[in-house]
């Protein structure tokens, strides 16, 4: 593993650009755009990027999308030494294309990247990365309302090795799938289950980090909660089982009838999302009273029911901002303010979309146009 001094002086590496030689036609691309859902169509191209702790960071290349070779003893199949980001490519009605804080991407994947003892990329050969494949698929933008390019860029360990022990090689992709709305807009509040028997995040533990293994241990609950009829599970803090930290791969925030807000305090179990950091910054602009405290599930029952509590709503790159209406645990089910999105929620939301698509100023300089 690079130290961190030796991956900031790295320089990036030039890109070899092979063009897809039968890119899917025109008319099958169209059709798959027309209701693209979100993760289940992909574009023409990916990125590769090889790292080996003799040369770095090397062999920078755009490519056609297919399978990758893998060793069977590669070491992210045995230890899932793999980390993630997730970010929006938009396509503005003038044609230009833009994405949203993509360094705060890349100076989270370098944070995940620490924590799980693998090389840092430098912010400008991430951003390159991004760069060169939305370009290459510009023709990928579906034309629904709420449409996007979403980016997964990743990393994981390639080293054929069984030994207990960061890996000596990695490699970083980055593939692109187009997507509609999440959520549709005007969609119903989503009733959530509350895990009361498995975490998601220990003190100490991996849970601010974009790992996939976060997400591993989060599928029995999320199963759990469809299985009870609920959308989503959100979860307790490890140590006392009391205060809410967040859902499977999303941030909460609770409004309160004196239109001030809370979102839980991050602290090393709450993956810091961008959306979440995007919309503490809009609420301060709009002088509304914004803390990061602990908030616990007995309180939300009981201002839920007082009325002192109005909305509740999640929020992440996919779905931007989500009402919660429901909430379903051990003790019975309690309804949030009308159990529908309420006004503090649809507002951020469009606050938020609105500079996302380039609809509104950006006053924080977020935007970054890429062509
Ligand atoms: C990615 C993620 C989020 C949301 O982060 P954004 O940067 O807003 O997309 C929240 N929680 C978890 C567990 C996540 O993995």
Same mark, same amino acid.
């Given at each position: 593993?690079?130290?961190?001094?030796?991956?900031?002086?790295?320089?990036?590496?030039?890109?070899?650009?092979?063009?897809?030689?039968?890119?899917?036609?025109?008319?099958?691309? !169209?059709?798959?755009?027309?209701?693209?859902?979100?993760?289940?169509?992909?574009?023409?191209?990916?990125?590769?990027?090889?790292?080996?702790?003799?040369?770095?960071?090397? !062999?920078?290349?755009?490519?056609?999308?297919?399978?990758?070779?893998?060793?069977?003893?590669?070491?992210?199949?045995?230890?899932?030494?793999?980390?993630?980001?997730?970010?929006?490519?938009?396509?503005?009605?003038?044609?230009?294309?833009?994405?949203?804080?993509?360094?705060?991407?890349?100076?989270?994947?370098?944070?995940?990247?620490?924590?799980?003892?693998?090389?840092?990329?430098?912010?400008?050969?991430?951003?390159?990365?991004?760069?060169?494949?939305?370009?290459?698929?510009?023709?990928?933008?579906?034309?629904?309302?709420?449409?996007?390019?979403?980016?997964?860029?990743?990393?994981?360990?390639?080293? !054929?090795?069984?030994?207990?022990?960061?890996?000596?090689?990695?490699?970083?992709?980055?593939?692109?799938?187009?997507?509609?709305?999440?959520?549709?807009?005007?969609?119903?509040?989503?009733?959530?289950?509350?895990?009361?028997?498995?975490?998601?995040?220990?003190?100490?533990?991996?849970? !601010?980090?974009?790992?996939?293994?976060?997400?591993?241990?989060?599928?029995?609950?999320?199963?759990?909660?469809?299985?009870?009829?609920?959308?989503?599970?959100?979860?307790?803090?490890?140590?006392?089982?009391?205060?809410?930290?967040?859902?499977?791969?999303?941030?909460?925030?609770?409004?309160?009838?004196?239109?001030?807000?809370?979102?839980?305090?991050?602290?090393?179990?709450?993956?810091?999302?961008?959306?979440?950091?995007?919309?503490?910054?809009?609420?301060?602009?709009?002088?509304?009273?914004?803390?990061?405290?602990?908030?616990?599930?007995?309180?939300?029952?009981?201002?839920?029911?007082?009325?002192?509590?109005?909305?509740?709503?999640?929020?992440?790159?996919?779905?931007?901002?989500?009402?919660?209406?429901?909430?379903?645990?051990?003790?019975?089910?309690?309804?949030?303010?009308?159990?529908?999105?309420?006004?503090?929620?649809?507002?951020?939301?469009?606050?938020?979309?609105?500079?996302?698509?380039?609809?509104?100023?950006?006053?924080?300089?977020?935007?970054?146009?890429?062509?």
């Amino acid at each position: 593993m690079a130290t961190l001094a030796e991956a900031r002086v790295m320089t990036s590496p030039p890109f070899t650009r092979i063009p897809h030689p039968a890119p899917v036609p025109a008319a099958a691309r !169209a059709q798959a755009l027309t209701d693209p859902g979100f993760g289940k169509v992909f574009s023409d191209h990916m990125v590769t990027i090889e790292w080996t702790a003799g040369q770095g960071w090397h !062999a920078a290349t755009l490519g056609p999308r297919g399978p990758l070779t893998l060793d069977p003893a590669a070491a992210v199949l045995h230890y899932a030494q793999e980390i993630f980001e997730g970010l929006k490519a938009y396509r503005r009605d003038d044609g230009s294309i833009t994405l949203f804080r993509p360094q705060a991407n890349a100076a989270r994947f370098n944070a995940s990247a620490q924590r799980l003892a693998m090389p840092e990329m430098p912010e400008e050969l991430f951003i390159e990365a991004i760069r060169q494949i939305v370009l290459a698929d510009r023709d990928w933008f579906p034309d629904v309302e709420g449409g996007s390019l979403y980016l997964r860029p990743f990393m994981f360990a390639s080293e !054929a090795f069984l030994g207990v022990r960061p890996a000596k090689e990695y490699k970083f992709l980055v593939i692109a799938s187009p997507a509609g709305n999440y959520f549709k807009s005007g969609a119903p509040a989503v009733s959530i289950w509350v895990s009361e028997d498995y975490t998601r995040a220990a003190p100490g533990g991996t849970g !601010a980090a974009k790992c996939g293994g976060n997400y591993a241990a989060s599928l029995v609950p999320q199963a759990e909660a469809i299985a009870l009829g609920h959308d989503q599970v959100v979860f307790l803090d490890a140590a006392e089982r009391k205060w809410i930290e967040e859902l499977g791969g999303m941030n909460l925030f609770f409004v309160f009838a004196d239109g001030s807000l809370i979102t839980p305090p991050l602290g090393g179990t709450i993956l810091p999302g961008i959306t979440r950091d995007s919309l503490l910054s809009l609420a301060a602009d709009e002088g509304l009273a914004v803390r990061e405290e602990r908030y616990s599930l007995d309180q939300w029952r009981e201002d839920s029911a007082s009325g002192r509590l109005t909305e509740t709503f999640a929020c992440g790159t996919a779905a931007v901002v989500t009402a919660v209406g429901r909430v379903a645990g051990r003790d019975g089910e309690f309804t949030i303010g009308s159990g529908s999105p309420g006004q503090m929620t649809q507002h951020l939301r469009e606050r938020l979309v609105a500079i996302q698509r380039g609809k509104a100023p950006d006053p924080h300089g977020w935007v970054m146009r890429l062509a």
